[in-house]
């Protein structure tokens, strides 16, 4: 059991490329979300999904994307990346709908540089 | 705006010492206020909390949630260097729960 993992650890990117960052998760949970986390700012929202095939804006949503094609999985892209997106990127996951529990389950994080 | 606000946002003390950690939050539709422990890489889950007044431990640490003056603490009691970390408090808001943060409070315990 795994728990939520994250692909790439590390990534450097120069302005304008493009990168897709991949969270899977192996404890069937329905809900997954994407944060990023800068110094001094907390983790803030991206995007999060509530089940397979939704999607939704979080807080900061602009100049990302995001699909959930498969239960497990929950990718975030950047189609031309910006200095302003160099930041540590953490997936997390939730049980969802029928529980009480609202504990989020986070990834190792990927760290992404834009130069 | 939804908010939720740490302090301090950081903390210097010696090993053996007790700390006390706060949250305040100014958040609608509030369903939970959650703790984490962050120590360079993915936070990792403390308390869940849903009920005013009532304490959750766990071994030197509790919490305790106000929510008539919209506000936990978090105190760790005879600090060791492994409590070394930020402390992320963080509210559940809305139907979908989705999670707030604070900026975090950076402790450092001294040997």
């Known amino acids: 059991n795994a728990g939520v993992t994250q692909t790439p650890k590390f990534r450097v990117l120069k302005t304008g490329q493009s990168m897709t960052l991949l969270c899977a998760q192996d404890?069937?949970?329905?809900?997954m979300y994407w944060y990023r986390q800068d110094p001094g700012m907390g983790l803030r929202l991206i995007h999060y999904?509530?089940?397979?095939?939704?999607?939704a804006k979080g807080e900061v949503p602009d100049g990302y994307n995001v699909s959930r094609l498969k239960k497990q999985n929950f990718l975030l892209g950047l189609e031309s990346a910006a200095p302003s997106q160099t930041s540590v990127y953490f997936c997390?996951?939730?049980?969802?709908?029928?529980?009480?529990?609202?504990?989020?389950?986070f990834g190792p994080g990927t760290r992404l540089t834009v130069t | 705006e939804d908010k939720v606000v740490q302090s301090p946002l950081s903390l210097v003390v010696h090993e053996g010492d007790t700390v006390t950690l706060n949250c305040s939050y100014e958040?609608?539709?509030?369903?939970?206020l959650l703790w984490y422990k962050q120590e360079k890489k993915a936070p990792t889950f403390l308390f869940m909390l849903?009920?005013?007044?009532i304490e959750k431990k766990s071994g030197r640490l509790s919490s305790i949630l106000d929510k008539k003056e919209l506000f936990s603490i978090l105190n760790i009691t005879a600090t060791q260097t492994g409590d070394s970390a930020v402390y992320l408090c963080?509210?559940?808001?809305?139907?979908?729960?989705?999670?707030?943060f604070g900026k975090g409070t950076k402790l450092s315990v001294k040997p």
């Open positions: 997390a996951s939730r049980i969802g709908f029928g529980t009480a529990s609202y504990e989020q389950y």
């Open positions: 404890m069937n949970h329905e809900y």
């Open positions: 999904s509530v089940g397979e095939g939704t999607t």
């Open positions: 958040v609608t539709n509030f369903r939970s």
């Open positions: 849903t009920s005013s007044g």
């Open positions: 963080a509210v559940g808001r809305g139907s979908q729960g989705n999670l707030i």
